[in-house]
């Protein structure tokens, strides 16, 4: 494996300040690294409907939301380009075999198209894409 595919459920745990914990911290280490990071396409409307959301139900600032924006577009993901055939097919497969949904189901059709891992805080997509043999990935313990 050389490289992640990252969620909107972990990628927005970086930047919501509600959303922080000891895991999504640990995500630092990815960027750190400089690993290939993966996203499919409906990855920045979910990133975006989640800041506007945030902003809406005074989560965070309109000035929190703009630097927000701009903090997420600076990220060294890649988009990737594939959407129809096998990404449309392969997602909509995996979603009604694993029960997902099939937002969900997108970033584990990516890893397991690409051969990647997968980045999420998600408890069940981490359980499907354990159950497919997709890598999750897990926060390293700090040393000391």
Do not use: Q
């Amino acid at each position: 494996m050389t490289g992640w595919v990252l969620d909107a459920s972990a990628a927005l745990a970086l930047g919501l300040p509600d959303e922080r914990s000891p895991e999504a911290d640990g995500l630092c280490d990815l960027f750190e690294r400089g690993d290939d990071l993966r996203v499919p396409a409906l990855w920045w409307y979910e990133v975006a409907n989640a800041l506007a959301g945030a902003r809406r139900r005074g989560r965070i600032t309109a000035a929190d939301h703009a630097r927000l924006l701009e903090l997420y577009v600076a990220l060294p993901v890649r988009t990737d380009a594939l959407f129809a055939d096998r990404a449309f097919t392969g997602s909509s497969r995996t979603a009604a075999d694993s029960g997902l949904s099939a937002y969900d189901a997108a970033y584990l059709e990516l890893a397991a198209r690409r051969g990647l891992g997968l980045v999420t805080l998600d408890a069940r997509l981490a359980a499907a894409a354990a159950g497919l043999g997709v890598a999750v990935w897990k926060r390293s313990p700090k040393r000391r």
